[in-house]
Nanobody, 115 residues
Framework: QVQLVESGGGLAQAGGSLRLSCAASGRLFSIVTMDWYRQAPGKQRELVATITSGGSTSYADSVNGRFTISRANAKNTVYLQMNSLKPEDTAVYYC?????????WGQGTQVTVSS
C-alpha cells in the first residue's frame, strides 16, 4: 500500500511563488519515479513535472523555466517549487507514482493564483 500526501497549496498573487510537498510512504521511494499533475475545473488532468530515481527531471512546456521538481529521499518527500505564478496555474495539484504497474495518487492540494 502506497500513500501520498500533498501539502503547501494556497493563494498566491500573479508573479508570486509557492512550494508544494508530497510525503510518501514505503521503503521503495528512492527507486521510483515521482510526478506532479494538475487539474483545473472542466479540464483534463495534465502532467506538470517528473523526477526519476536517478534525479532526471522533465517539465511541461507551460511551466518549463518557472517550476522546479526535486526530491529528498531520506525524507520520502518530493517538492515542486513554483515561481512566477500565472492565473492559468490555478488548479488542484496531485502527486503521483507507479509501483508494479499500479498507479497511486495523493489527495491533491489547491493552488489559486489571483491577478
Amino acid at each position: 500500500q502506497v500513500q501520498l500526501v500533498e501539502s503547501g497549496g494556497g493563494l498566491a498573487q500573479a508573479g508570486g511563488s509557492l512550494r508544494l510537498s508530497c510525503a510518501a510512504s514505503g521503503r521503495l521511494f528512492s527507486i521510483v519515479t515521482m510526478d506532479w499533475y494538475r487539474q483545473a475545473p472542466g479540464k483534463q488532468r495534465e502532467l506538470v513535472a517528473t523526477i526519476t530515481s536517478g534525479g532526471s527531471t522533465s517539465y511541461a512546456d507551460s511551466v518549463n523555466g518557472r517550476f522546479t521538481i526535486s526530491r529528498a529521499n531520506a525524507k520520502n518527500t518530493v517538492y515542486l517549487q513554483m515561481n512566477s505564478l500565472k492565473p492559468e496555474d490555478t488548479a488542484v495539484y496531485y502527486c503521483r507514482t507507479v509501483v508494479r504497474l499500479n498507479v497511486y495518487w495523493g489527495q491533491g492540494t489547491q493552488v489559486t493564483v489571483s491577478s
